[in-house]
T-cell receptor
Framework: DAKTTQPNSMESNEEEPVHLPCNHS???????IHWYRQLPSQGPEYVIH???SNVNNRMASLAIAEDRKSSTLILHRATLRDAAVYYC???????FGPGTRLSVLP | SAVISQKPSRDICQRGTSLTIQCQVD?????MFWYRQQPGQSLTLIAT?????????ESGFVIDKFPISRPNLTFSTLTVSNMSPEDSSIYLC????????????FGPGTRLLVL
C-alpha cells in the first residue's frame, strides 16, 4: 500500500475554503484515492474518491496531481460541522494514516 | 450506502473477562471488517470476515484473542478475550460498498474501557 503524508492539523475560518493536502508518492497506477473523515465520537464517513481526474460531489472536490503523487481535498465553504480528522487513503486495503485534524473557527 | 449498528455502544469491563461486540448491517454484504482505534490514534484493521469462511487476521492480531463470527450476510461479532487495560479502545465494524470503487461504510463504534 502507498504511504501517505498529511499535515497533523489545520485550521480554517468558517465559510472559507479549505485545502487539505496529501502526498502519496508510492501510489500504484490502478489505486483509487479515497478520502474519509471522522467526526468526533463517530465512525469514519466517506467523503470522495478519484483515480486520475478531478472529482466533485456535494461534500467536496478532489484535485489529483497529474503524476498522481499527491492530491488535495477541497472544502469550498467550511462549516463548524466540518471539524473532523480527514484521512487520505490510496489503494484498496484501507490503511489509515494519522490523518489531518481540521479545526473550524467561528 | 449501508446503515450499520453496533452493540453495545460502550462498556466498562474487568480485566480477564471477555466482551462480544455485535455488528448488524441493513443489507447483505460479502465482506465485513473489524477495526480498532486506540485512544488518540488512527484506525487499525484487525480482520476481514467473509460469510462462510474463517476470518483473515492482520499482522499482530490472532484468532484466540479476537475470535470473529460471521453467521450470515448481515451480521458479525467480534469477541475481545481475556481483556487487559491495553484493550481499551474503540472497536468499529465496516462493510464494503457496492460497485467497483471499494468504498467502505463504518458503524458508530463500541467504546471499551477495561479496568
Amino acid at each position: 500500500d502507498a504511504k501517505t503524508t498529511q499535515p497533523n492539523s489545520m485550521e480554517s475560518n468558517e465559510e472559507e475554503p479549505v485545502h487539505l493536502p496529501c502526498n502519496h508518492s508510492t501510489i500504484s497506477g490502478t489505486d483509487y484515492i479515497h478520502w474519509y473523515r471522522q467526526l468526533p465520537s463517530q465512525g469514519p464517513e466517506y467523503v470522495i474518491h478519484g483515480l486520475t481526474s478531478n472529482v466533485n460531489n456535494r461534500m467536496a472536490s478532489l484535485a489529483i496531481a497529474e503524476d498522481r503523487k499527491s492530491s488535495t481535498l477541497i472544502l469550498h465553504r467550511a462549516t463548524l460541522r466540518d471539524a473532523a480528522v480527514y484521512y487520505c487513503i490510496p489503494g484498496q486495503n484501507f490503511v489509515f494514516g494519522p490523518g489531518t485534524r481540521l479545526s473550524v473557527l467561528p | 450506502s449501508a446503515v450499520i449498528s453496533q452493540k453495545p455502544s460502550r462498556d466498562i469491563c474487568q480485566r480477564g473477562t471477555s466482551l462480544t461486540i455485535q455488528c448488524q448491517v441493513d443489507s447483505q454484504v460479502t465482506m465485513m471488517f473489524w477495526y480498532r482505534q486506540q485512544p488518540g490514534q488512527s484506525l487499525t484493521l484487525i480482520a476481514t470476515a467473509n460469510q462462510g469462511s474463517e476470518a483473515t487476521y492482520e499482522s499482530g492480531f490472532v484468532i484466540d484473542k479476537f475470535p470473529i463470527s460471521r453467521p450470515n450476510l448481515t451480521f458479525s461479532t467480534l469477541t475481545v478475550s481475556n481483556m487487559s487495560p491495553e484493550d481499551s479502545s474503540i472497536y468499529l465494524c465496516s462493510v464494503e460498498g457496492r460497485g467497483r470503487f471499494e468504498t467502505q461504510y463504518f458503524g458508530p463504534g463500541t467504546r471499551l474501557l477495561v479496568l
